[in-house]
């Protein structure tokens, strides 16, 4: 396999800024900072809430990264590490650009879709409210990813990316 090229992102640093944004923006504007009631079970400050909720958003999201390309290739195809107080999804095995779009694509879609459909499920006003904030922070945490699939986008549909996390290779596969 020939590199084509290889892609950089400061995804870490976009997906901190956009959670942090979307998160303070729903806050204040719908609930008021003041008002974060997590529900009875929890028994723990709601900034505590909170940080978990997001930590486990976070956590899945990459998890979900690691067995999307697992199912891709076949095999153990991808690792997950910790890098800069979160995780890391790293791939193993190239994947096809149009695979590696889905990889890409699946922790935001997925996660997205289980907080909207959450959200209906849970009558309680609390739950609904921490529903919410997963549903955004699951869109914002993939916007990295998002950006990463915009760049793959650019290359030809039969070349192979290998993910490192915070940035990907662009391969020409071997030539028969």
Known sequence: MKKIDTVTGNALFLNGLAL???????????????????????????????IFLA????????????????????????TLRVRALTWECRLKIPLRRNHYIAYALAPGITLSLL??????????PGVKFLCAIAFIAAI???GGDYWFVAKALRFPRNS?????????????????
């Open 20 to 50: 942090t944004i979307a998160i303070i923006a729903y806050l204040f504007i719908y609930r008021g900072l003041w008002q974060i009631i997590p529900p009875a079970w929890a028994k723990v400050p709601a900034i505590i809430y909170l």
């Open 55 to 78: 930590v486990g958003i976070l956590l899945l999201h990459e998890a979900i990264h690691m067995l999307t390309a697992n199912l891709l290739t076949g095999s153990a195809g991808a």
């Open 160 to 176: 192979l990316v290998l993910d490192h996390g915070i940035e990907m290779e662009i391969m020409a596969p071997d030539e028969d």
């Open 115 to 124: 907080g909207f459909v959450l959200y209906y499920a849970f009558s309680d």
């Open 140 to 142: 914002s945490s993939a």
